[in-house]
């Protein structure tokens, strides 16, 4: 008896360490360039023939495409909401503080158009997905918070749900809790890929998840923003809150306890997955 209950209680930690990571590169033609990305697969994956939702993790700036796997407090959790969840998890690598959009004045950086109408396909069409709006969702960290949010309200038909960490829901530094040296940093790199844009309501520039709110309307994509209260962001995140609740967009929201950290982050996932996954058609 003892010997089987110890069995069923080895049974998950098991079956997690089967799932599979690989590590792809897919070049980009609106960039002339090749990126990398993870692709993780529940164990049932590699000898069987079903297709599977999927699900995009986005890191955050001057992050890599390994992030989550290499960087998170609980060593493996990626391959363990795979095989809990049976889905197929995409971490992709992009560029150190691109937001996921396209530039105006940069050829460089068009990581929106990556994501959409490179990424997405080459996984679609390489793997066994269930290519459809109902079968794939997206979230991330921090800026990848940012990408998750804008690019689920830019392609609504594309996700079905989509969350954020820490997300920059505003790109507008005077709103983040950090010092002149940083602020300025940042606000001269939106400048050079950007120029000129409006940081203030009501009408936010079209770069920033604040600005895209009317996009998420009548849409039937679920949204999960989660903030730590001692975040340097916590501010655009309730800001986006507010907006939210002001447009009546359904959504879920959840302060906390933690900051800007991977403590925080490895905590936040399993909550994404769980709300993620509940929406995620098979």
Same mark, same amino acid.
């Given at each position: 008896?003892?010997?089987?209950?110890?069995?069923?209680?080895?049974?998950?930690?098991?079956?997690?360490?089967?799932?599979?990571?690989?590590?792809?590169?897919?070049?980009?033609?609106?960039?002339?360039?090749?990126?990398?990305?993870?692709?993780?697969?529940?164990?049932?994956?590699?000898?069987?023939?079903?297709?599977?939702?999927?699900?995009?993790?986005?890191?955050?700036?001057?992050?890599?495409?390994?992030?989550?796997?290499?960087?998170? &407090?609980?060593? +493996?959790? %990626?391959? @363990? =909401?795979?095989?809990?969840?049976?889905?197929?998890?995409?971490?992709? #690598? *992009?560029?150190?503080?691109?937001?996921?959009?396209?530039?105006?004045?940069?050829?460089?950086?068009?990581?929106?158009?990556?994501?959409?109408?490179?990424?997405?396909?080459?996984?679609?069409?390489?793997?066994?997905?269930?290519?459809?709006?109902?079968?794939?969702?997206?979230?991330?960290?921090?800026?990848?918070?940012?990408?998750?949010?804008?690019?689920?309200?830019?392609?609504?038909?594309?996700?079905?749900?989509?969350?954020?960490?820490?997300?920059?829901?505003?790109?507008?530094?005077?709103?983040?809790?950090?010092?002149?040296?940083?602020?300025?940093?940042?606000?001269?790199?939106?400048?050079?890929?950007?120029?000129?844009?409006?940081?203030?309501?009501?009408?936010?520039?079209?770069? &920033?998840?604040? +600005?895209? %709110?009317? @996009? =998420?309307?009548?849409?039937?994509?679920?949204?999960?923003?989660?903030? #730590? *209260?001692?975040?340097?962001?916590?501010?655009?995140?309730?800001?986006?809150?507010?907006?939210?609740?002001?447009?009546?967009?359904?959504?879920?929201?959840?302060?906390?306890?933690?900051?800007?950290?991977?403590?925080?982050?490895?905590?936040?996932?399993?909550?994404?997955?769980?709300?993620?996954?509940?929406?995620?058609?098979?």
């Amino acid at each position: 008896m003892k010997s089987l209950l110890l069995a069923l209680l080895l049974l998950p930690s098991l079956l997690f360490a089967q799932a599979k990571v690989d590590t792809i590169s897919v070049f980009s033609p609106s960039m002339k360039k090749t990126l990398k990305a993870a692709i993780t697969f529940p164990s049932s994956y590699e000898n069987g023939k079903s297709s599977y939702p999927v699900i995009y993790l986005l890191h955050g700036g001057s992050g890599a495409f390994s992030d989550w796997h290499q960087k998170v &407090t609980e060593k +493996g959790i %990626v391959n @363990q =909401l795979a095989e809990e969840h049976q889905v197929l998890i995409v971490t992709p #690598g *992009v560029g150190p503080a691109s937001y996921y959009y396209d530039s105006p004045l940069l050829d460089s950086v068009r990581y929106e158009t990556y994501m959409i109408q490179e990424l997405i396909p080459f996984v679609d069409k390489n793997y066994r997905t269930l290519a459809q709006k109902e079968s794939r969702a997206i979230t991330g960290l921090s800026m990848g918070g940012h990408g998750a949010i804008t690019l689920a309200a830019k392609h609504p038909t594309l996700f079905i749900a989509a969350g954020s960490m820490s997300g920059v829901m505003n790109i507008d530094t005077d709103l983040w809790k950090v010092g002149e040296e940083f602020r300025n940093l940042r606000k001269q790199g939106q400048k050079e890929m950007l120029g000129a844009i409006n940081y203030q309501g009501p009408v936010f520039s079209s770069y &920033t998840a604040v +600005g895209l %709110v009317d @996009q =998420l309307k009548n849409q039937k994509i679920s949204v999960l923003i989660d903030c #730590g *209260v001692d975040d340097f962001l916590i501010e655009t995140n309730r800001q986006m809150h507010s907006l939210l609740m002001e447009n009546k967009i359904p959504h879920e929201y959840i302060e906390r306890p933690g900051a800007h950290t991977w403590n925080y982050w490895t905590d936040a996932l399993p909550v994404q997955f769980f709300f993620l996954t509940k929406s995620l058609k098979r």
